[in-house]
């Protein structure tokens, strides 16, 4: 089992790019996470899918950020354009929807935005 | 919002036993207490979780009080490596109900 892999580690942009951060959750897990981390704000949920549907994207901070999933093995979360306040570590987890199951994090990707 | 609270930060001594404290008053009858830890560096952990009765594995234990408004999670015998912040999460155990992490207790194992 690879575990969750999530790409790139380390990403640094200017303001104003397109950033692309990418999610393979675990084999057979049908639920999947994006949460970002920061000093400030610890962690916080941005959108889940179960079954590759998107279910509550309520954390997702403004329309700048979009997050998809085209199929069971792949997600991709978005932001554009990119700017500063954006900088944090985005993690991915994915889980089996049994109800003890539990959540598996991906190490995150540390996003920079100068 | 976070529904569980936490010391900010605790230390232990390598090869004692760390207690981890978590009040979570408002609990209802039909949410589970979970625990994770995040090592520096990385993404968040899975420990432990339990409706009302002690539970046990490789990990820690964690000892839930008869009125479930609180609870502990121990680390039996703490090693450098326990080093991390642990996360105390009350959660709905049906549907995919996902996690709200607080900001958990920073627990510093030392030599």
């Known amino acids: 089992d690879a575990g969750v892999i999530q790409s790139p580690r380390h990403e640094v942009t200017e303001m104003g790019q397109e950033v692309t951060l990418r999610c393979k959750p675990i084999?057979?897990?049908?639920?999947l996470f994006w949460y970002r981390q920061t000093m400030m704000r610890g962690l916080e949920l941005l959108i889940y899918?179960?079954?590759?549907?998107?279910?509550?994207d309520s954390g997702m901070p403004e329309d700048r950020f979009s997050a998809k999933m085209p199929n069971a093995s792949f997600s991709t979360l978005k932001i554009q354009p990119s700017e500063p306040r954006d900088s944090a570590v985005y993690f991915c987890?994915?889980?089996?929807?049994?109800?003890?199951?539990?959540?598996?994090f991906g190490n995150g990707t540390r996003l920079t935005v100068t | 919002d976070a529904k569980t609270t936490q010391p900010t930060s605790m230390d232990c001594a390598e090869g004692r036993a760390a207690n981890l404290p978590c009040n979570h008053s408002?609990?209802?009858?039909?949410?589970?207490v979970y625990w994770y830890r995040q090592i520096h560096s990385q993404g968040p952990q899975y420990i432990i979780h339990?409706?009302?009765n002690n539970e046990t594995n490789e990990m820690a234990s964690l000892i839930i009080t008869e009125d479930r408004k609180s609870s502990t999670l121990i680390l039996p015998h703490a090693t450098l490596r326990d080093t991390a912040v642990y996360y105390c999460?009350?959660?709905?155990?049906?549907?995919?109900?996902?996690?709200?992490f607080g900001k958990g207790t920073r627990l510093s194992v030392i030599a």
């Open positions: 084999s057979g897990h049908n639920s």
């Open positions: 999460i009350v959660r709905v155990n049906s549907g995919n109900t996902p996690l709200v």
């Open positions: 987890a994915s889980r089996t929807t049994g109800q003890l199951s539990p959540l598996h």
């Open positions: 339990g409706l009302k």
């Open positions: 899918f179960n079954n590759n549907v998107p279910i509550d």
């Open positions: 408002t609990i209802s009858g039909n949410e589970y």
